[in-house]
């Protein structure tokens, strides 16, 4: 069964500190999301990552997957309070042949001014 | 509107009662999910729909649990004798196809089994 963790699952930060949230899954996959949900509201797509060595870079968020180690991370650069938000990686349940997505738990990400 | 559009909103009803959650996607995307979310579970996937194919129902927790999708568009989750573990977000997304990869999310329907 795949299984994706996220951490940290809480992650406050100042305004203008740098931090990685990590996304861990347990099998072979090349296709990797990152998805941004504010309170309330449904997922707004950031990332999809589909190759080894993949990285794409959004304003101050920077993604990235290795699918050797079977990680990605996402990276945030001088935050600032709009990026407030929980973050989801996900991944295709059956490394790229389905469209069924199994979540990590979310990072809620808090960026105090 | 442009973009996945999901009815109703909220919903609150008692446990036993069955419940239709209305889905409508993108236009001329081929390809619709179902997914819950809830706060003991997180995001799960529950249901799959691609162009004329049989659906991948792998995630559907219960024979409660059923949807179905007419001409190839607008799609109804059916949830019979609800119960209090019923209650979550179910948001619908879609896609251009099994090859296209973004998903596209709607608001979702918050569904509360009092």
């Known amino acids: 069964e795949l299984k994706v963790e996220q951490n940290p699952l809480f992650l406050s930060m100042q305004e203008g500190k740098n931090y990685t949230i990590y996304c861990n899954y347990s099998t072979t996959s090349d296709r990797l999301y990152w998805y941004r949900q504010d309170p309330g509201k449904s997922l707004e797509s950031l990332f999809v990552l589909l190759s080894n060595g993949a990285v794409k870079q959004e304003g101050r968020l920077m993604a990235s997957l290795d699918t050797k180690a079977r990680l990605s991370t996402l990276h945030i650069t001088a935050a600032v309070h709009d990026l407030s938000a929980t973050y989801f990686c996900?991944?295709?349940?059956?490394?790229?042949?389905?469209?069924?997505?199994?979540f990590g738990t979310g990072t809620l990400l808090a960026v105090q001014p | 509107g442009a973009g996945v559009s999901q009815s109703p909103s909220n919903k609150v009803t008692e446990k036993g009662k069955d419940v239709e959650l209305r889905c409508d996607p993108i236009?001329?995307?081929?390809?619709l999910y179902w997914y819950r979310q809830s706060l003991g579970q997180g995001l799960e996937f529950l249901i799959y729909?691609?162009?004329?194919?049989?659906?991948?129902k792998s995630g559907l927790p219960s024979d409660r649990f059923s949807a179905e999708r007419t001409g190839g568009s607008v799609s109804t989750l059916t949830i019979q004798r609800t119960q209090q573990e019923d209650s979550a977000v179910y948001l619908c997304a879609s896609s251009l196809g099994p090859l296209r990869v973004i998903q596209y999310f709607g608001a979702g329907t918050r569904l509360s089994v009092l």
């Open positions: 236009s001329g995307h081929t390809a």
């Open positions: 996900a991944v295709d349940a059956a490394g790229g042949a389905t469209n069924k997505l199994i």
């Open positions: 729909f691609q162009g004329n194919s049989a659906p991948d």
